[in-house]
């Protein structure tokens, strides 16, 4: 049983009942290699973060790239990852893809997006009681000198508008609101493959709270009944490609 309802957890619920069951209940499969990559990035640019609240500069190129690619490999060949079988023969590939993205999006980050950084607080841990039997928490990336959540994102290029719509910062501005009583700035950095990095800024009011506390409501009247609906069949998540689960899921066959 899970303790706190985590963004993550409740993202995972809303995509697939029986996905999140598994990740968050029981059985956890390694995931993808999007996640190793994304992960490696995030670790990076914490250390550079963590010692930038004292040292008021960033860390050099060489240094981030090269920790960054150290993250990538270990945490790959220790925990090992989820291919789905029609990418069996190109595993090298989509590695070296992976690590490059990664490695490349600290260049872009490095040289766009760092030199504007103050960073006050990185990976603030959060928790909040918000009357429903189980707390919220979250870990933010980071806090800067104006009190804006920053976050890190390596990936696609996000869809206009995507930011104001998007449940992560409605989820991280509440566990703000709830400690300093005002309503933070939010800012998406987001660094697709290209380089083109995408400054993202927007701001929730007290209606998105309301909204996403009703969801809260749900997943935790679910969970706690033991309820995990499974994704929507044919839904883009329900196929072998972006399911760990696929393979073993009776919603699907097996
Ligand atoms: S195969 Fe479909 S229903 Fe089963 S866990 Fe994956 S997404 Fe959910």
Redesign the pocket.
């Known amino acids: 049983m899970l303790s706190n309802v985590s963004f993550s957890a409740l993202n995972s619920w809303f995509?697939?009942g029986?996905?999140c069951k598994?990740t968050y209940f029981g059985e956890r499969f390694p995931p993808g290699i999007s996640a190793y990559r994304g992960r490696s990035f995030h670790d990076t640019v914490e250390v550079n973060h963590s010692q930038k609240i004292d040292s008021n500069l960033d860390l050099k190129l060489d240094y981030m790239q090269d920790y960054c690619r150290d993250q990538y490999v270990n945490s790959i060949k220790n925990n090992g990852y989820f291919l789905p079988k029609e990418d069996y023969p190109y595993k090298s590939k989509l590695l070296n893809q992976g690590l490059n993205h990664a490695v490349g999006a600290i260049k872009a980050y490095k040289e766009k997006i760092a030199p504007m950084l103050h960073p006050i607080k990185v990976e603030l841990y959060m928790k909040s009681d918000i009357g429903l039997g189980m707390p919220i928490s979250g870990r933010l990336d980071l806090i800067d000198s104006n009190g804006k959540i920053r976050d890190f994102k390596i990936g696609k290029k996000k869809q206009k508008n995507w930011e104001h719509k998007d449940l992560q910062p409605t989820f991280y501005s509440l566990l703000m609101y709830l400690k300093e009583k005002k309503i933070p700035d939010f800012e998406y950095n987001v660094i697709p493959p290209s380089g083109d990095v995408q400054v993202l800024p927007t701001a929730r009011t007290f209606e998105d709270f309301k909204i996403l506390i009703q969801h809260i409501k749900l997943f935790i009247k679910d969970i706690s009944a033991g309820v995990f609906r499974?994704?929507q069949p044919g839904s883009w998540?329900?196929t072998e490609k972006y399911?760990q689960?696929?393979s073993t899921?009776k919603?699907?066959g097996n």
């Open positions: 995509l697939c029986e996905s598994r499974p994704a998540i329900c399911c689960y696929f899921c919603y699907v």
